[in-house]
């Protein structure tokens, strides 16, 4: 199948490069004629902009954006709009507000250009892992985009069927699922990422106390000095808490075991603030993932205000002392 590809970062690139080695046609573009002339080398067939895009795809044309969420996806999905013909597909594939792709999608239907949004998770090992995708938009059109799917998804590879599920099948056993209508798909992929957000601060937690397990504020005879390698590496291996984030976690930690290479600043994608949005939206309790996602905005202020002010109150009411700014 043929496929339009703008958008050849990390994500995307290696998407066409999956995509190839699986027998797929791909067309690319990106504002860094590097990347396009990169992927040319390895045989797609580059474009010098998006009309040049348009025009070498053959019709119905279905162009995959992977650009940055926000402006440049808004930017790229409605100029490629401009460009295309009713009966024509464009595909989100970043990490968009689930709210703009039902947007979206209502406009261009006015066109006759048909919309899919499709929730990514993979990061820079889907070239080789594959990519687990959930998907938006009417039934026909990701039908007919079927074939791009099952080569991006991972396959069910040695992972067994849940136990129970019988002769279910379905391709969410193959890493990729038609969630519904527009918008369902990043709805699906939004919470995906809050959870990963919870996910993360809870092995975070968990090796900060056990590096602080020989502290002096802990009596001696209770202190123990641990390897956090070898701690990731054996939960690694049955543990009920073993995952994918626990591999790269110990492949972090094997690397520098003080992770001093890092400082600490933790940004977010907005799909975290999103997720809790729709919690509140739907009156959802989300304690852990919304502390987890404080704790990213935490990370980026040496002091808050907040806790100025806690400084402030225990001094008064206690008469507690505690260090000044800098000191």
């Not at 969420?69 to 597909?89: C, F, K, N, W």
Request: charge should be negative; hydrophobic fraction near 35%.
């Amino acid at each position: 199948m043929q496929l339009g590809m703008t958008g050849l970062g990390r994500m995307g690139g290696n998407m066409v490069r999956r995509l190839m080695k699986g027998g797929h046609q791909c067309v690319v573009f990106d504002l860094n004629s590097d990347n396009v002339n990169r992927l040319s080398g390895e045989g797609a067939q580059g474009a010098k902009s998006l009309d040049d895009l348009i025009g070498k795809l053959a019709k119905p044309a279905a162009v995959w954006v992977m650009v940055p969420a926000g402006s440049p996806t808004e930017d790229t999905v409605m100029a490629l709009a401009q460009r295309m013909a009713p009966g024509d597909v464009i595909i989100d594939g970043g990490n968009s507000y689930f709210k703009d792709d039902i947007r979206r999608a209502k406009a261009l239907k006015g066109k006759g250009i048909r919309y899919v949004d499709v929730g990514t998770s993979g990061g820079i090992w889907g070239v080789e892992r594959g990519y687990c995708m959930m998907i938006g938009g009417d039934k026909d059109t990701v039908q007919h985009l079927d074939p791009i799917f099952k080569t991006l998804a991972p396959g069910m590879g040695n992972v067994e069927p849940t136990p129970g599920r019988g002769g279910k099948g379905g391709t969410a056993e193959e890493g990729y699922l038609h969630c519904g209508p527009s918008g369902a798909g990043h709805f699906v992929k939004m919470v995906h990422n809050g959870i990963e957000y919870g996910l993360m601060q809870a092995y975070a937690e968990g090796f900060d106390i056990i590096k602080n397990a020989n502290s002096p504020q802990v009596p001696e005879d209770h202190r123990f000095e641990f390897d956090l390698p070898d701690i990731a590496e054996v939960w690694r291996r049955g543990s009920v808490v073993g995952s994918w984030l626990l591999d790269l976690t110990a492949m972090a930690l094997i690397e520098n075991p003080s992770l001093s290479n890092y400082t600490g600043f933790v940004q977010d994608s907005g799909e975290g603030r999103w997720t809790i949005m729709a919690a509140i939206e739907e009156a959802v309790p989300a304690d852990v993932l919304s502390a987890s996602l404080y704790t990213r905005f935490r990370s980026r202020q040496e002091h808050t205000f907040a806790e100025k002010m806690l400084s402030g109150m225990r001094q008064k009411f206690g008469g507690h002392v505690e260090r000044a700014s800098g000191g």
